[in-house]
């Protein structure tokens, strides 16, 4: 149990999450697209089917198509970067996020609030698309602020209860990123196998490595570019930080630093789940997980991380509040609610 | 940067004296200024605007887009107070704040100044922030206002006096921290030489009072909470400040619930004791079950608890009773009934419209006098006589004619100005004063205030809502008695 000399509301412990994750949001927009402009100079034939993809891996495809036939560069540039309407794009992540700050600007530190506001002003300031020249840049800027973002709060913000809220954000939302980002590509992929030995194979799956900053390290642990240690290394190292396994080990060890409950039991559903997943992607071998497919591995992964984020919210966000306060105002009534949201 | 073409234009200046030399509180500060060269100053001027955006110090305006921001203007020029002018405004300031708690608690007990006929019954009855719901409280020490930000303009006459009370919820001390912080980083080397009183330990003290109403019995270490509407309300900047400040919880009405007359905040690990509140929460808002039954921001119950003295409210609900216009009008009587002194601070000459005699005068004299409602606040309600058109006048003829008792009427003042910076040169503009006065254990005033200043030329209206700005305000140490500036 974290020794805190005052206790974290409720509201204030789900905006801190939140402005995290829509940060983490906005910076993995910015580095596909980033990605895929380079990808695009290398590849011949159609580009739309690589800017198809990337709307794929947002998930917001269906939304995209209501407005446009054809995944342009443009198109999809503008929907997953200025488009105000969508609800993911980098633009609207950085208005949440922001919206969220200020709602806790006293918990936060003063810093952290002034990143978000000036990655939000400056947004919000950038009415068109640059020019072309200009986007690789635009995008660069944007990651560099994110990761300035986490800095500062790394850096300024007491490792409290609240930077714990923070950190279970920002991890669970990269680890779903980067299962998107695998299965997207990977899907994208399969069909082309008798590219296998091709530059084109090298230069896709290069691809995938640098959309989540991994093909240096990548290159370090495994040399070859090959499927199956990417998956290795996207899924199940230990040490990389935008791998799910890192994720999920951190956001357990937050969770955990949060409830004080001790390793090897649980008092909460939240609890409960996260270890499960831990569990998995400590102990299932990566010749396991292709066999029985990978899509529906990260399909089930991607369900699992959105069951803890349902869980973290009944668990310590919006608990029902027991009829009377008397005696319950202590430690031990965790217990009380513990389960009570599960759903 | 340049006075030689500044002019007084007849009115009183803060810092030039009728005959346009610096007045001597003044001449370092304007030496200062002249020694700049003209890019020099709209730097400064440019880079504290940018900061104010930077760090997101805005405010809301009702009717805009929600989330739509602005910051509040900021002036360089400072306004400067002697130490012996500040001597007589702070003893006035606690003079009044004393005799205005006092008349709050007599109205919710024995009414004996309604009883001695020094105020119509009638007036308090009517008045819509009077509260009978408050009837017998006894608040903590009997404090029933803590916060209080008492508006003060100086007249042509070189007079002070005291426009409006605002012990409800009065907002604007942030910019009173900020507008210092500001100058100190953008502008230091006018500080050179001068001894300005330090305005930055006022979150400490307001802590310290909020600790002290704590109720009794509460831990030794009370929980001290700032309630706010949301970040939509148009002062969230200055609520999520103070919290910082302060290092307390901000919390809204959902964050709240009342079980058994105690009020309790929701936070990860269940419900924990909250001991004092700093509400920023109009008295209809705050609780659904005693006030406004619509109302989706306030805490149900939270009357109760303060009823049953489980909870201290800062401020405590009902004071406004104090802030119509037409009880303002007898604060000088109440000063001479509870406590036999005559005001240091004089009032502006206030005209009843619901006294016969009175009301014949103002509708007769609309285009020469000021008319505002009686409970409005934030500059609305309100007819300035000689800026106002024939059509406003008589829509204010029909509204005095039809409610007499929500009108009051004052002669228009000629508030004093301050040099003020327009485009590249500085013209002087309208300002008010508004001092902030804490009231826990006893009374303090805060050595400064925000100066507000009417950015239009020739405006006599100060409010942000409406075109205002603010500068920084500086009370210079030194003894009392000496008079002299430093």
């Known amino acids: 149990m974290m020794e805190e000399s005052r206790p974290l509301l409720s509201r204030v412990a789900d905006a801190v999450y939140w402005m995290a994750r829509y940060i983490e949001r906005a910076e993995n927009v910015a580095r596909y697209i980033g990605v895929n402009l380079n990808l695009q ?27 446009h036939s054809v995944a342009t560069q443009h198109d999809v540039i503008d929907f997953l970067t200025f488009n105000t309407e969508n609800p993911n794009s980098i633009f609207s992540c950085l208005r949440a996020a922001r919206e969220n700050a200020r709602s806790v600007r006293e918990t936060i530190s003063s810093e952290m609030w002034e990143q978000v506001n000036e990655m939000y002003l400056h947004m919000a300031s950038q009415h068109l698309a640059p020019g072309a020249e200009w986007l690789p840049e635009f995008f660069r800027l944007l990651r560099l602020s994110s990761h300035l973002f986490q800095g500062i709060t790394d850096a300024t913000m007491t490792h409290n209860e609240a930077w714990h809220f923070a950190r279970l954000g920002r991890k ?12 997207v590509k990977y899907f994208m992929l399969l069909p082309s196998l008798s590219d296998v030995g091709t530059p084109y194979d090298d230069i ?9 900053s991994g093909l240096e390290m990548y290159r370090k642990k495994y040399g070859r570019i090959e499927p199956r240690h990417i998956v290795e290394f996207l899924v199940r190292d230990r040490d990389f930080p935008r791998s799910i396994h890192y994720c999920i080990l951190r956001a357990d060890a937050s969770l955990r630093a949060i409830t004080g409950t001790i390793p090897g039991t649980y008092n909460y559903a939240s609890e409960r ?65 513990a389960e009570s949201g599960d759903r | 940067m340049q006075f030689a073409n500044y002019q007084t234009e007849g009115f009183h200046d803060e810092m030039f004296d009728a005959t346009g030399a610096p007045r001597d509180e003044a001449r370092l500060l304007v030496d200062t200024i002249a020694s700049l060269d003209e890019g020099q100053f709209l730097r400064c001027q ?39 002018e500040w001597a007589w405004v702070e003893r006035g300031l606690k003079q009044r704040i004393r005799v205005l708690n006092t008349f709050i608690d007599d109205i919710y007990h024995d009414q004996k100044i309604l009883k001695d006929k020094i105020i119509p019954e009638e007036v308090i009855k009517s008045a819509i922030f009077y509260r009978p719901q408050c009837i017998g409280i006894n608040p903590p020490r009997g404090v029933w206002c803590h916060i209080t930000g008492t508006d003060l303009v100086r007249h042509g006459d070189g007079q002070i006096y005291v426009l409006e009370d605002n012990l409800r919820v009065p907002s604007g001390v942030s910019y009173v921290l900020e507008n210092r912080d500001l100058m100190k980083r953008t502008f230091p080397q006018v500080f050179e030489g001068l001894r300005v009183r330090p305005v930055d330990d006022y979150p400490g003290r307001l802590l310290e009072m909020l600790q002290t109403i704590a109720p009794h019995g509460a831990v030794e270490n009370p929980t001290v909470v700032l ?60 609780d659904p079950q005693a006030f406004r039954p619509d109302s989706l921001l306030g805490v149900p119950g939270i009357m109760d608890a303060w009823r049953a003295g489980n909870v201290a409210l800062a401020n405590a609900p009902g004071n406004g009773v104090a802030d119509d216009k037409v009880v303002y009008a007898y604060v000088p009587d109440m000063i001479r009934y509870y406590e036999g002194e005559d005001p240091i601070l004089p009032n502006v000459p206030t005209y009843l419209c619901w006294r016969d005699a009175d009301r014949q005068y103002v509708l007769a004299n609309l285009d020469k006098l000021v008319v505002k409602a009686a409970n409005e606040a934030g500059g609305y309600g309100m007819l300035i006589g000689p800026h106002s058109t024939i059509a406003q006048r008589e829509e204010f003829a029909a509204k005095i004619t039809a409610h ?35 009231y826990g254990n006893e009374i303090e005033v805060l050595p400064g205030g925000l100066t507000r200043v009417a950015l239009r030329k020739g405006s006599l209206v100060v409010n942000s809502s409406q075109g205002g700005g603010s500068k920084d305000t500086w009370v210079l140490a030194g003894s009392p008695d000496d008079g002299s500036p430093q």
């Open chain 2, 46 to 84: 440019r880079s504290a605007e940018r900061v104010l955006l930077q760090l997101g110090i805005t405010f809301n305006v009702y009717g805009d887009s929600a989330g739509a921001e602005r910051i509040f203007p900021f002036d360089l020029i400072p306004r400067i107070v002697t130490a012996r």
């Open chain 1, 41 to 67: 100079l290398d590849l011949p034939g159609d580009p739309a089917q690589q800017w198809q993809s990337l709307i794929d891996t947002s998930g917001d495809g269906e939304e995209f198509l209501k407005h």
């Open chain 2, 227 to 286: 309630l706010t509407p949301g970040i939509y309300n148009s002062a969230y900047f200055e609520h999520s400040f103070l919290a910082q400040k302060m290092g307390v919880q901000l919390v809204e009405g959902s964050d709240l619930i009342v079980q058994d007359r105690k009020v309790w905040m929701r936070t990860t690990k269940g419900l924990r004791k909250v001991d004092v509140i700093y509400r920023r929460i109009d008295d209809d808002f705050l």
């Open chain 1, 172 to 183: 669970l939302e990269r680890a779903d990123k980067t299962s998107r980002i695998l299965d």
């Open chain 2, 404 to 438: 007499p008792r929500n009108y009051i009427a004052q002669p228009t003042l000629a508030l004093s100005r301050v040099p003020t910076l327009v485009d590249d040169h500085f013209e002087g503009r309208h300002v008010d004063l508004r001092p902030y006065i804490l």
């Open chain 1, 204 to 212: 896709h799956w290069s691809a995938v490595l640098k959309s989540v």
């Open chain 1, 273 to 337: 789940l996260m270890g499960r997943l831990r569990a998995d992607l400590d102990f299932t071998p990566v010749d396991q997980i292709l066999n029985s497919g990978l899509h529906s591995y990260l399909d089930g992964l991607q369900v699992k991380v959105n069951e803890i984020d349902n869980a973290l919210l009944a668990d310590f966000v919006e608990w029902r509040a027991p009829e009377s306060a008397a005696g319950i105002h202590t430690q031990s009534q965790s217990q009380t609610f």
